[in-house]
């Protein structure tokens, strides 16, 4: 009996997890370590044999995997041989055509980076697998489940929105930025006391000003302003 | 082989979450607008220091 369905990306995020058993891998992000295990496994393969891997056994659990063009179909079974869920080939192959059809049909591909593409066809996906009789607890919902996913990655990460987006050496970085400008700053204004200029001509430091402080806040808030615009985080 | 490696974790930032993309908006602006004003500040008092001292 097939007991986990699971689908990721090339990056090896997850973005669809069934479970029929009763586990607290939802609740515990388990998949997410599954996901991660699996696609290193992957490129492990792609790069030493130029293959893929169809099966892993492991003393307690199966995984039986498909690709859907740069996507991964997984099929898990626990506690039984891995005669069994080889039974299942023709059925992952089916669900792997299926999603494949799918991303063409909302145009999707492994570079896509904004996960909430992939609701519509994830939810279709849940659908058909119910037809297949392979889902039976249906209990699959594509923005929670998403939002449990990036929940997961951003703790594991580090980041946090709207409070630290950037690790310590980007933080360094920041805080150089910052004096650097502020420096500036204050090269203009000894520049204007020593040369006697118009006082006036002190409100050219506004934009190193800006600069500087932008840096400082970046480097006391752990937070980058671009990476917040870029919807990104880098967390080194 | 290590390349492709090294670079898992670092597409976990294919993640993107809307409520986080806004929370992190917000705070961007937070932090534009505090170095903005921090910046006017430190220019008029500067100002006043200047035209203090050059009396």
């Known amino acids: 009996m097939i007991e986990e369905i699971q ?6 995020i997850p973005l669809f997890y069934h479970s029929e058993a009763e586990t607290d891998a939802e609740q515990g992000g388990t998949y997410l370590l599954q996901a991660s295990f699996i696609t290193a496994l992957t490129q492990f393969a792609a790069e030493l044999q130029h293959g893929e891997i169809k099966l892993i056994s492991m003393e307690r659990k199966n995984y039986l995997m498909a690709k859907a063009n740069d996507f991964i179909v997984i099929f898990t079974s626990t506690d039984e041989g891995p005669d069994t869920i080889v039974n299942y080939q023709p059925t992952i192959t089916q669900a792997a055509d299926y999603l494949i059809t799918k991303f063409a049909e909302f145009n999707l591909t492994g570079d896509e980076l904004i996960v909430d593409k992939f609701d519509q066809p994830m939810q279709d996906f849940n659908e058909f697998l119910k037809e297949k009789d392979l889902v039976k607890k249906d209990t699959f919902e594509a923005p929670v489940f998403r939002r449990n996913v990036s929940g997961f990655v951003f703790k594991s990460v580090g980041y946090e929105p709207g409070k630290c987006n950037i690790g310590q050496a ?3 970085r920041r805080l150089s930025f910052g004096f650097a400008w502020l420096f500036t700053s204050f090269v203009i204004y000894a520049a204007i006391l020593l040369f006697e200029l118009d006082p006036l001509l002190i409100f050219v430091t506004l934009i ?3 600069l500087g ?3 400082l806040y970046q480097y006391f808030y752990r937070f ?4 917040a615009l870029n919807e990104t985080y880098t967390m080194v | 082989m290590s390349e492709n ?14 409520f986080a993309v806004k929370k992190d908006r917000r705070k961007a602006y937070q932090i534009f607008a505090l170095s903005g004003v921090t910046a006017i500040a430190a220019s008029v008092l500067l100002y006043l220091l200047t035209v203090n001292l050059l009396q």
Do not use: M
């Open chain 1, 170 to 172: 980007e933080r360094n």
């Open chain 1, 213 to 215: 402080f932008l840096g």
């Open chain 1, 7 to 12: 689908v990721i990306n090339p990056g090896g």
């Open chain 1, 224 to 227: 980058c302003t671009t990476n």
């Open chain 2, 5 to 18: 490696l090294i670079t898992i974790p670092a597409r976990y930032s294919q993640v993107v979450d809307e």
């Open chain 1, 208 to 210: 190193p000003n800006f």
